[in-house]
Nanobody, 123 residues
């Protein structure tokens, strides 16, 4: 069974940085899409970033482009989200999500989800 466990959230001031981690286990496929969504209270769930296990290609939401960087460590079966120049608008619960099909991931209906980690950016 696939399990995703996020960590690294916390409280930072505007302009600060955090690095989120998503440790994956039980995912035997060599080809999958894995990345991050976020959801703030009263707002829609938002796609944040995606990385492909095949070639390392990435996707970023316009709202985080240039500030966030997604990467993976295949040896550790872990994906990271480096978040720099954080803004109060980045405050949300961040979820790791994975699916065999990147289109399913993009639609927000991934088969596998982590429990979420809270990111709070104070002004």
């Amino acid at each position: 069974e696939v399990q995703l466990v996020e960590s690294g959230g916390g409280l930072v001031q505007t302009g600060g940085s955090l690095r989120l981690s998503c440790a994956a286990s039980g995912f035997t496929s060599d080809a999958y899409a894995i990345g991050w969504f976020r959801q703030a209270p009263g707002k829609e769930r938002e796609r944040v970033s995606l990385i492909s296990s095949i070639d390392g290609s990435t996707y970023y939401a316009d709202s985080v482009k240039g500030r966030f960087t997604i990467s993976s460590d295949n040896a550790k079966n872990t994906v990271y989200l480096q978040m720099n120049s954080l803004k109060p608008e980045d405050t949300a619960v961040y979820y790791c999500a994975a699916d065999l099909d990147p289109l399913i991931w993009y639609a927000g209906t991934s088969a596998y989800w982590g429990q979420g980690t809270q990111v709070t950016v104070s002004s």
